[in-house]
């Protein structure tokens, strides 16, 4: 996560060259030696935690393996070929899909409403932030169990207030509302993540123009929607590659506690499969394959964001 | 997490060279049982390290059986096994054909023990050994088992629970209908393994080909032809009448059944521990019904784990875990295990020493499991379940039910899906150990 802001703020430096001509290159003098060193210990973390694992689930998906190693065959692309195949995993992929972007919608959209409500608010501020950002400290399983129990049809009391609404709830039934049910647990184990973003951003707005826009007559949300949202973009654009990448990979657990990815598979995204082939069903080539593919599909996602969204963006402030 | 597993093995390796000599022999042993089972399989290991001053065998928690496959396997990449692991039943085919194992019967005999290999409970001794010799040493033995609340069913006219699913249904749909309890009876977490494979066992019905793959691994799934399919669409009706719960996640089958919500369950002859503890209702329990025109019922097939000696070991450890084994066949042992946990006892002098004793007598529910796995002849409908990838198929299954219960799929559509699902996994294995035998290496 701080690479990844790093990232933006380095962006937003690129667009503004007359900063960076202040930096002095030459701290470390002529030597490549102390910045080596004192970059081993990052490299090294990459090395062990990031490139080498990759370089092996590269080469296990091309493998058909037993689990304990004894047996290996090459089998080319056959695991690719099979995944792209499968009508479960062409599921997977539309599921993922949905409950991405859904999620993404509805954290970041409660995220400004929240955000726009206690910037407006003077008296106890810090205490409904405090309050909000909360879930962030529950961990995911635990959010998870929490919601699958609120929501639960046989003894959820939430499941039996919608039952009282005649509404036949049954995320262990229906698909459509397991899938709200876990977009819904993901969401609001998120939405505090997104919030003390948009709550920095708003701290960044020109007090002065606000003013000068009361002054003209505009109301708080004209204010908020013509002033601060365009304001707020960089944060936006940031938070919105930041949710994909949460739901891609981190809703693993939320997933694992509510659904176990069912019924019928309405709720086992990408990272989940990944984790059920390989860690449950011990088919390590396919899970290799699946993790290949989902790594391609969350660096062409970031890419089209950057190259489509970031144009939309301002910087300038 | 090969590496990791390695680094932090070795880190205790090196604590373990600084450390004082240690007299006694130390055996690992990898297990999955928590709760009430792992407190007894933990008293179970103390007495056995208690009983000689030879080797002391840890007893380490992995978590669930598919942390412990996971474990075990991360530590044969990193060459750091442990001795002994216990893995589910679903995994024989795995440990089998890995090249990673010990057969049990082997080590037993090389090292000088004496277990009657004979005298093992039939499904159990013919689960476990391949060829004749048994693979691994069985464990925790169990089978699905019908419970009920004696209240729900007085109140509503019947005595105990009807031998026959028709039968049954009429009592279900009675209980409902009269408003005794919210729900007749709850869908089982594990309803792959009570309701249609050992459906399939007790009604005759075959579920693979080649005698439900003990004859090779050329075998294919046929349960789309069999009477699964009606089983599954009346498990739908059910359903779809109120008369079956589901508990979904974060909430157990058993919660509702033990809590009198629902008035039957189905689940293993082990939750005996926890349904004493926890049940404020007026339980009891009866075997598994059967379809009314199948007579005689036949036997219902084992699940459970069993304990798997890995390979790469020193002789003087492999005499540690001998020495276990033999402790774990004793019947002693056994009538101790049977009795503490609701597991099968796993021979008939075990089982025998049991009645002889009165146990059957208090504990009349504890009998079921052994006379219900021991009905009638094992036939190779009945003598159990040997898939490749078993784990895989079952989750392919599984998924194809749920689409029936969602609604989306017919079952007969949902079912032939499923196989061919299944089929496809199963290939996948036999293409990966094809013309392979089992390690018969000796330690």
Redesign the interface.
Known sequence: MPAAVAGSSRRSGRRRPREEAGLKRANFGDSPGLPTLLLLPQLLILL?FFF?PSLRALMQSVL????????V?FVWFDNFKTLLASG?YRQSIAVTFWFTVAQNVLTLGSALVLAFATDRIVRGRSAYRTIILLPYAIAPAIA??LW??LF????GPLAQVLHGLGIAW??????TDALILVTLAASWKHICYDYIFLVVGLLAVPVSLMEAAAVDGAGPIRRFVSIALPMLGPTIFFLTVMNFIYGFFETFAIID????G?????TNILVYKVF??G?????LGSSAAQSVLLMSFALICTLLQFRYFDRKVNYGV | MG?KVAFIAALFGALALVGPAQARVEVQWWHAMSGVLGDRLNELVEKFNKSQDKYTIVAVAKGNY?EV??GV?AA??AKRPPEMVQIAERGYM?ML????IVPVQDLVEQKGYKIDFSDFIKPVASFWSYKGRMSAMPFNSSTPIFWYNKDHFQKAGFDKPADTWQELEKQLYTIKSKGISECGTVLPGDFYWSLLENYSAINNQPYGTLANGFDGLGTEFVYNKTKVVSQVARLKKW?DDGVM???????SPEQ?FTSG?CSTFVNSTASHGNIERNATINWSATFLPHESDINPPLNSTIGGGAIWVMKGHTPERYEAVAAFLDFVAQPETQVWWHGATGYVPATNRAYAVARERGYYKDHPTREIAVLQLSRGTPNENSRGFRFG?F??TM??Q???V??V??G?KQPQQAMDDAVK?GNEILR?FE???AG?TPETERP
């Open positions: 062990f080498i058909l393996s037993d689990p304990f190693g004894t047996n065959q479960d998870g169990i699958a129990f639960n049809p046989a003894v049954d995320p262990n039934l229906n698909p506690a509510v659904t176990k069912g019924p019928a598979g309405a059920v082939d860690f449950v069903n011990l088919d | 590496r598919d496959t996971n396997i044969y990449r795995t054909l890995s090249g990673a359903l719960q589901i508990a979904g996640q974060g909430f509702l919500r990838n784990v895989q989750l392919a599984r998924q194809e749920e689409a219960f969602a989306q699902r996948q293409k990966l150990n392979k």
